[in-house]
């Protein structure tokens, strides 16, 4: 390794950034053609494929329905959507491009907005202030009782002169309603696709770097202890240009157990149809160029073929030739962390099939300095496409995924499957279920959804699913809607949590207490 300054970027290029109503895409296609391609390995079968709803030891569905539900934020003349979502113990905040709501947990009465992200910067100065950008993420640090929202700020950047800037604030209190400590980070290079991740000593960032064309991956750790007092923060970045080193995402901490102090953190991203790429990360606060970023070899997996064949627009929808980008290139946001009792485990899932898209999951477990399979599984029960995934597990070990379905009888509309811990491994044993079921179909929207839903368990009981997604309600463009729920599977219902931190009581939402960055520095791997 050696230590290497950012390469400085002269115009913007991101295959994934929100499309606008009326943008040419003829830039774009050609910014994707830049993209590494995942390598393929051919296999014979998917051997860990589930074609039926439920496991051979439950007769019917026995996934409940859900228990809350309620309309979320809907289209802002962007598309797709991004939508992410988190959960306290009072209140539920989700994120599209470019805007945001509050809600009230128990009831989901609107407490805020929806208003645009930029206003938790107003005053802050900058293009965090003066712009809108998207690509959201929200996070409830439940080590800290904060909330945690970020978005890029991209227009009018060249990142020389005016660099490309991740904007992030972190609540003052454990209310979204109250004030909000303000960060921006800068980078030399498009900061495409930003994924947040919560560790006990970092908020992880991972970004696709575009220069203007793709360049490689760099994965950046925040002072996460600096920023929940409101002290300037800095930040340690690593640039990741092997083949595997797109759309990595790291590990966020889930549930009610914590890693060690000494744990690093961990990272994975595709590495071939039949293997993951695994690092660890681990920032030192105190001598930042004694940070380590380190490939800890590969995990692997059941083989799958890569959905749509590496196209953006497979999956069918009814009454329109129209097609939706089923993301088979990446792992799908979140990965996550989980410890119950001694053992812990990662969680991960993307889209798999060729023909008919399933949601390909897994649970990974620590194995030395990196990871092996636990479990894993393809949900694919029937000719419906099920994609656009994410994944959570509740503190008595059952897993939950939330995700889209569509198929040209079937309107895109989200959807939900569970495990139970005695449930056969590599199943989702309990079925399926409908959060909403979609009415229409979207058209002339350059194939555009997700990027991303979202999945949350909740704080307070340690049991509660909280799902948000995307669906589109009458047949058009630019005018999807999103929807948030939550269940809760029986068999967890009733586990008592220690809460990790006092919540403040809701206020009016102000901004206040902004902070400044250091870039420390890059390092090429």
Not at 83 to 100: A, G, L
Request: contains cysteine; aromatic residues 12%.
């Amino acid at each position: 390794r050696e230590d290497e300054g950012e390469e400085a970027a002269s115009e913007a290029g991101d295959p994934d950034a929100p499309t606008r109503k009326g943008e040419d895409q003829s830039e774009e296609e050609a910014r994707e053609r830049s993209v590494p391609k995942l390598r393929q390995v051919p296999v014979a079968r998917d051997t860990v494929l589930q074609t039926t709803m439920t496991a051979a030891n439950v007769a019917v569905s026995a996934i409940p329905a859900a228990s809350r539900s309620w309309e979320g934020v809907s289209a802002w003349y962007s598309a797709p959507p991004d939508t992410s979502m988190d959960v306290s113990p009072t209140q539920v905040v989700e994120v599209v491009n470019s805007r945001f709501a509050v809600y009230d947990k128990t009831s989901g009465a609107l407490l805020y907005g929806p208003v645009s992200l930029n206003t938790l910067f107003s005053g802050f100065g900058g293009l965090c202030q003066t712009t809108n950008d998207g690509d959201p993420t929200v996070q409830w640090d439940r080590l800290a009782g904060r909330w945690v929202i970020s978005q890029f700020a991209i227009s009018g950047a060249n990142g020389s002169t005016v660099p490309y800037l991740q904007c992030v604030a972190v609540s003052t209190t454990g209310s979204a309603l109250g004030s909000w400590y303000r960060y921006s980070f800068a980078y030399s290079f498009f900061n495409d696709y930003p994924k947040l991740a919560v560790w006990p000593d970092a908020y992880y960032t991972t970004f696709n770097a575009f220069n203007p064309y793709f360049d490689a991956a760099y994965v950046c750790a925040y002072d996460r202890l600096k920023m929940v007092a409101g002290l300037p923060a800095t930040q340690v970045c690593f640039r990741e240009a092997s083949y595997a080193g797109y759309s990595i995402l790291v590990a966020g901490v889930d549930g009610s157990g914590v890693p060690d102090a000494s744990t690093a953190a961990y990272a994975t991203a595709f590495e071939t149809t039949t293997s993951l790429a695994v690092w660890r990360f681990r920032p030192d606060w105190n001598d930042p160029t004694r940070s380590t970023w380190t490939r800890q070899g590969s995990i692997a997996v059941a083989g799958f073929s890569q959905a749509c064949t590496g196209g953006r627009s497979c999956i069918q929808q009814p009454d329109t030739s129209a097609g939706i980008d089923g993301m088979g290139d990446r792992m799908l946001y979140r990965l996550v962390y989980r410890r119950i009792g001694s053992t812990e485990s990662i969680l991960a899932s993307h889209a798999a099939g060729s023909t008919t898209v399933g949601v390909r999951w897994y649970e990974l477990r620590p194995s030395g300095s990196t990871l092996a399979v636990y479990q894993q599984g393809t949900y694919q029960p029937d000719a419906t496409n099920r994609w656009m995934s994410s994944i959570a597990m509740d503190e008595a070990g059952g897993i939950a995924l939330g995700y889209n379905a569509s198929s040209a009888t079937v309107y895109p509309s989200i959807r939900y499957a569970a495990r139970i811990a005695s449930d056969p491994l590599g199943t989702l044993g309990q079925g399926e279920a409908t959060l909403i079921a979609g009415t229409g179909s979207q058209i002339a929207t350059s194939n555009r959804w997700g990027d991303y839903s979202a999945i949350a368990l909740d704080p307070e009981d340690g049991c509660t699913f909280w799902i948000a997604g995307e669906y589109i309600a009458a047949t058009g463009s630019f005018n999807w809607r999103t929807r948030i729920g939550s269940f809760t599977q029986s068999n967890c219902a009733g586990i008592n949590l220690t809460p990790r931190a006092s919540i403040a009581a809701p206020g009016s939402l102000t901004t206040a207490s902004t902070s400044s960055f250091s870039v420390l520095f890059s390092r090429t791997v």
